[in-house]
């Protein structure tokens, strides 16, 4: 090939190290291109050495135009090149990317298999979402196409769109069906990426497409399809292992879908023989799966001794997916360790850091309160060694949750907790300090064992702070600077003087940050408030006073000022108070005099700083530069929005205005605090103590070895003493695995966030009173199976009995004096309709009784089924006894009285009211037994995106028979969400019987808190103006008449609830607000049969779901 | 899915890059540079897969060359070693007795026979018939192309 040879002496001399060279190469070659621009030929050659010098590292961007025009004009041979160029050069976000767009159209359109080939390839791989509308279209049209390599890639090429813009590919899901059904197995197999994709979001909705992915993978294992698709003659492995993905999300939790499968997921691990990779491949997917669906016995014990071939294997890469495997196995079942645990033992030092780390995960899996110290231990000792940032983040989380969860006892806990801080350095995630701390500050019930951790943690800082010549990560230092300024008081013999003094003496290393810094100042202020002694405080203000940072000079004048009075001091630094809040004035109003002099003087304003901004970008603005932004229907917030459609027929081009400046602003107004851990609340945690726990301390764990392990140990006996070590180290890491019923107990380690130690603080409050409910629910079912438990695992469980056991107890009880605390309210609230006095009389009371007789003392929730719903419904409208609707509620616009559940004691029903200021949900409880309801109490469990101003239990102590109460939740949505479910549950007592639950859920839209806004046109000029956040986006709207604009203006305004501001022409402005108060503008404008909607809001998210609701309504008007 | 893909010599020199994920070219500079360091200090009897940040590196040498494959959490290692050693097979086939200066000097058509392999980081298709045919039409075509285009015009 002519061209490889042309090519040889040049491209040598482009290798690195021959740096000056290749530089003139570089500058030889910008000459090149620019001059043979029109030959494509050795365009074509340049190209390639372009992509060849930017490999190596250098700066080739000039060439990327280039590369897009060659795709453009070049002939077939260029065009590949040319395309090559542009998908290694560009990424989805590059500008010049829109330059190819029209290339790839027209290619796609080609007659050319091959145009069509490379058009589909560079979609796929290039595309941003905001373009993926353009070709949308025509790559759905190949699904079609004749040639099944182009089926192939158009499939590919919608599973890429459909991972980055979900929403874009909604329409076309039937159509995956078909290329499902495609007579090739590789358009079959392509269109699998997809499914994997959609079951894997939602697994239900697919149950019905199990048989045949059960069919398709008995043929692929019975070896039916053509040998091309073998692999090392084992039949299309790849597809196989998709199918047992898809098989594995469709089986979980679902023992009838996972009946379907049982048959070919045993022919696969039989089939899976011949020792090669690709069969351990298959294997290993198998195990997964067995282990994820429903469990079937004799299955998982094929798969147990499957996995063990992978761990007994000499092989490493082989022993690392075995120990992997097992990780996932032992959630089911923990016997699995034991048979391997020597290999385990010898995995921990394996010379690979990757098996020893793997073999690590595996241990903190199986942790628990008698082998803590040993897996921590290892932990540590591994986390030394390590050099890698992500190892050791993850690593130190992990040391850290163990410690907190099952420490044995408090100088374990310091001491591991300080190895942390020491080994994890600054890499460390910051909750992980904050954690410790709140621990520290937070204390558990015991007065005593409180202020013995603290002093045990005081102590052993002091003596860290005695060594000279170490230094310690900024983290570290910061919580050892708390600790001592917090709670060295509780160390009587040390002086406090000298404290600050050592504290006083860090302060001046230069290691130490100015963060740490700020950390050690406060320390020594509130270390000043325990001593008069004021020797080294002059030092401390000269050196701080005018320090650079303004944060520490802050510091230091506060503690000169505090040190000066001494009463002030006592009160923003009380002793041993730190969860504590301390008053203060937030909105600064003692400033407000000051303010109104500066304003008397001429002063302009306070402008927030968006609003500054946009006035000044709305004064330059002439010409609308702004750059096409992002689809609406990507944002993240409109993709979690439920039950949104697609778009495809209602948008033609949709944009989100956004210069670079706006996009900064967005959001920028609010503190951004997802992801922050909430350390101190604004309740503090002073919160009352509704249970306690006795901390695990009194535990002698090592003495402790398991049956299982001892009896190893005894046949063993004569090995020598290496092995001895190792078996040691067996029975201190495998201590308490040997029963199942353990694992129920422990619960799976790494789901649970409610630490063990030291826990079961069940908030107060609604919340509280919520997990008591539960509690109570789940307890009483089981009573008896308890005892059961603890005979099997014996003495060793007494610890998770106590643990478990006694808040549950506890909180039962609690549970039960919530209603009685407040009756006189629950009296005020109940509420019988006037009118169904007569027909109570008249009601067959003695049908009903054998009913609630057979019933009442069951121990298990009834459940009804669905189809009875109506029975009562109409049974309820003959005796009269479904509520209206009071005056009080009647007056407002409301929806009908719905039934939201029933049963032959009790019935619920329920409505919406939209008030002004609040979606009032009235909620009628009908007692339609023969006798009183006792500790009726209703408890709605609110979302993030809504709240109320008020209590959401409401307790009735008595309901009359065949009376009905009510109660009423004033909501309002704080997160704007197209739809939100409330749910709530009602649970009461009949006679002297078990607790009854019910559930129910109510379906909220965001309409239900829209409210008009009245303004007039300035009002809305000025809001405008000072908003940020902003979409846009055209709607087809077919009636080309004049008046169109306005009957669809009114078309909204009935639908949504809007207000219109004014019509101007063929614009229109309109406003509405989210209840509480956010505001969110509209404006309209009509052309050649298009509403562009351009919307405005304070909040993110309420444009983009405003914009649905106004899609929703025009497609309903055209329709 | 497979993040991305690097091949790369056992002096460190990067001879084939394909990245599936958007990444700002700073990024792929200090990741390639991170991993061929990774790599390159492992010892030849140690388990093929590194786990690096968030992400499943398996790595695989053959002759001089590495060939290395970034993949996500829930991909499977095995699998991905036989992609490796697939595309190896793909190579072969087509340059016949594959060596690494056939990557060099025709890294255009490794990267054509990756692309009919492997598209957006999803396998498209592993026969070992119907990938060096696709390329090889397609070869044809610009052989016959190229000579169309070289006659004179006049």
Redesign the interface.
């Known amino acids: 090939m002519e061209k490889t040879l042309s090519a040889l002496p040049s491209l040598l001399s482009l290798e690195p190290g021959a740096k000056l060279a290749a530089a003139s190469r570089l500058g030889a070659l910008v000459r090149g291109i620019t001059e043979l621009a029109s030959k494509q030929k050795q365009m074509r050659e340049c190209l390639v050495r372009l992509i060849y010098c930017e490999m190596l590292g250098y700066e080739a961007s000039f060439g990327y135009i280039h590369a897009i025009k060659l795709a453009q004009q070049g002939s077939l041979m260029e065009k590949r090149v040319g395309y090559l160029a542009v998908s290694l050069f560009l990424n989805e976000s590059h500008q010049l990317l829109l330059l190819l767009v029209n290339t790839v159209l027209k290619d796609l359109q080609s007659t050319n298999l091959l145009e069509v080939c490379m058009a589909l390839t560079v979609a796929s791989q290039l595309f941003p979402p905001e373009m993926i509308p353009a070709v949308l279209p025509l790559v759905e049209e190949k699904l079609q196409h004749s040639k099944e390599i182009i089926r192939r890639k158009a499939v590919l090429a919608l599973h890429k769109f459909y991972l980055i813009a979900p929403n874009q590919v909604q329409h076309i899901h039937d159509k995956f069906r078909k290329a499902l059904c495609d007579r090739d197995p590789g358009v079959m197999a392509a269109s699998l990426h997809i499914y994997l994709l959609l079951i894997k979001e939602n697994p239900d909705g697919y149950k019905d497409l199990t048989g045949s992915f059960v069919t398709i993978l008995k043929q692929v294992v019975g070896g039916k399809l053509a040998v091309d698709f073998n692999y090392h003659s084992v039949p299309a492995p790849w597809l196989q292992i998709q199918l047992l993905r898809i098989l594995r999300l469709l089986g979980k939790d679902d023992p009838v879908t996972s009946e379907q499968m049982y048959d070919v997921l045993d022919e696969s691990l039989r089939r899976a023989e011949i020792n090669h990779n690709i069969t351990y491949a298959i294997l290993f997917e198998c195990i997964q799966t067995v282990y994820t669906v429903h469990p079937k016995a004799d299955l998982m014990e094929k798969a147990a001794t499957c996995n063990g071939k992978f761990i007994l294997s000499p092989k490493n890469n082989l022993k690392y997916l075995g120990l992997k495997a097992l990780t996932y196995v032992i959630q089911q079942d923990l016997n699995l360790v034991l048979q391997h645990q020597m290999t385990i033992i010898e995995c921990l030092d394996h010379s690979d850091p990757i098996i020893k780390r793997v073999t690590l995960e595996l241990l903190y899996r199986i942790t628990n309160a008698q082998n803590v110290t040993v897996i921590v231990q290892k932990l540590l000792e591994y986390l030394r060694e390590s050099k890698d940032e992500y190892v050791t983040i993850s690593l130190v989380g992990k040391v850290a949750e163990l410690a907190e969860k099952y420490a044995p006892n408090n100088e374990w806990f310091v001491q591991t907790m300080n190895a942390v801080f020491a080994v994890g350095g600054d890499m460390i995630p910051s909750d992980i300090p904050s954690n410790f701390l709140r621990l520290l500050a937070e204390g558990f019930d015991d007065e005593v064992e409180d202020k013995q951790l603290r002093l045990y943690a005081v102590n052993s800082y002091l003596a860290l702070l005695e060594k000279d010549q170490v230094q310690y990560p900024q983290r570290f230092l910061q919580v050892m600077s708390w600790v001592l300024g917090e709670y060295s008081y509780l160390k009587t013999e040390t002086k406090p003087e000298d404290i600050i003094e050592k504290l006083h003496c860090l302060l001046g290393k230069c290691s130490v940050s100015s963060e740490t810094k700020a950390w050690i100042l406060s320390a020594i202020t509130k270390l000043f408030r325990l001593t008069l002694n004021v020797k080294v405080l002059p030092e401390v203000l000269q050196s701080y006073g005018n320090s650079m940072d303004s944060c520490l000079r802050q510091c230091s004048f506060e503690l000169k000022q505090l040190v000066e009075n001494r009463e002030i001091m006592n009160t923003v630094l009380p002793l041993d108070a730190s969860c504590d809040d301390i008053v203060v004035d937030a909105s600064l109003s003692f400033l407000d005099g000051f303010v109104a002099e500066a304003l008397g003087h001429g002063a302009a304003p306070y402008k927030p700083h968006h609003q500054r901004q946009e006035e000044k970008l709305s004064q330059e603005k002439v010409l609308n530069f702004e750059p096409y932004g992002l689809a609406f229907v990507t944002s993240p917030q409109a993709s979690s929005v439920t039950g949104r459609q697609s778009p495809a027929g209602l948008s033609i081009g949709s944009e989100i205005s956004c210069n670079s400046t706006e996009a900064g602003i967005k959001d920028s107004n609010s503190l951004k605090l997802d992801g922050v851990k909430k350390v101190w609340g604004k309740e503090g945690y002073l919160r009352k103590r509704e249970s306690k726990v006795e901390a695990l301390a009194s535990l002698g764990s090592e003495s402790e070895t398991t049956t299982d392990t001892s009896s190893k140990t005894e046949r063993t006996a004569t090995v020598s003493e290496e092995e001895q070590e190792k078996q040691q180290l067996a029975s201190s890491l495998f201590v308490g695995l040997g029963s199942n019923n353990l694992v129920s107990l422990m619960g799976k380690p790494q789901s649970s966030t409610q630490k063990v130690w030291r826990k079961s603080k069940i908030v107060e409050g609604q919340n509280g009173h919520e997990k008591a409910m539960n509690a109570q629910k789940t307890i009483v079912p089981h009573p008896p199976q308890i005892p059961n438990l603890m005979d099997n695992v014996g003495e060793r469980c007494s610890l998770f009995q106590e643990s478990k056991a006694m808040p549950l107890r506890k909180t039962s009880s609690d549970s039960a004096e919530v209603p009685t605390e407040q009756p006189a309210q629950g009296y005020d609230r109940s509420w019988t309709p006037s009118n169904n006095l007569k027909t109570i009389k008249a009601m067959p009371s003695a049908s009903k009784e054998p009913f609630s007789g057979l019933f009442a003392d069951g121990n298990f929730d009834i459940i009804q089924p669905a189809n009875c719903r109506s029975a009562f419904e109409a049974h309820d409208q003959i005796s009269g006894l479904a509520p209206s609707l009071p005056e009080e509620f009647a007056q407002h616009a409301h929806s009908k009285l719905e039934l939201l559940c029933a049963n032959e004691n009790i019935a619920l029903f329920s409505c919406k009211i939209w008030k002004e200021d609040c979606l009032l949900i009235p909620l009628f409880i009908t007692n339609r037994s023969s006798v009183e309801v006792h500790n009726a109490t209703v408890n709605f469990a609110l979302t993030d995106e809504l709240q109320t101003s008020e209590s959401t239990d409401f307790p009735f102590p008595v309901v009359q028979s065949q009376t009905t109460v009510k109660c009423h939740l004033c909501l309002q949505m704080v997160n704007p969400c197209t739809q939100v479910l409330l749910t709530g549950h009602l649970t009461y007592q009949l006679e002297s019987s078990h607790c009854t639950q019910e559930e129910f859920t109510l379906i909220l839209f965001l309409i239900d808190f829209i409210r008009p806004l009245k303004l007039t046109t300035e009002e809305f000029g000025h809001l405008w103006l000072s908003l940020s956040n902003d979409v846009k986006q055209n709607l087809s709207f077919a009636p080309n008449a004049p008046e169109a604009l306005s009957s669809a203006l009114h078309t909204l305004q009935k639908e949504l609830k809007l207000h219109i501001v004014d019509i101007i022409g063929t614009e229109g402005i309109i406003a509405c607000q989210l209840l509480p108060s956010t505001p969110c503008l509209l404006h309209c404008r009509f052309h050649g049969g298009i509403l562009s909607v351009w919307l405005r809001s304070p909040c993110s998210v309420l444009p983009d779901c405003m914009l649905y609701e106004c899609q929703k309504v025009m497609q309903n008007v055209q329709l | ?1 497979m993040r991305f893909m690097l091949l790369f010599s056992r002096q460190g ?8 994920t ?2 700002l070219d700073k990024e792929k ?1 200090k990741i390639t540079r991170e991993l061929i360091q990774i790599v390159l200090s492992r ?1 030849p ?10 992400l499943k590196i398996i790595y695989k040498r053959f002759a001089s060359l590495y060939f290395c494959c970034a993949i996500e959490e ?1 991909d ?4 991905t ?2 992609i490796i ?2 595309y190896v097979e793909l190579l072969d086939k087509y340059f016949g007795n594959v060596c690494e200066l056939d990557i ?5 058509k490794a ?2 026979i990756l ?1 009919e392999f492997l ?2 980081g ?9 990938i060096p045919k ?1 390329i090889e ?2 070869d044809m ?2 052989e016959t ?2 000579e169309y ?1 070289a006659k004179p015009t006049f």
């Open positions: 899915m020199k990067l001879r084939l890059q394909k990245w599936y958007t990444l500079k010892q009897r140690m388990c093929s897969f590194v786990e690096w940040r968030d829930q499977n290692e095995l699998l070693l036989e050693h697939r060099i000097f025709n890294f255009e990267y054509f692309d598209i957006g999803e396998l498209q298709d592993t026969s070992k018939q119907s696709a039409e397609a075509l610009q192309m190229e285009m």
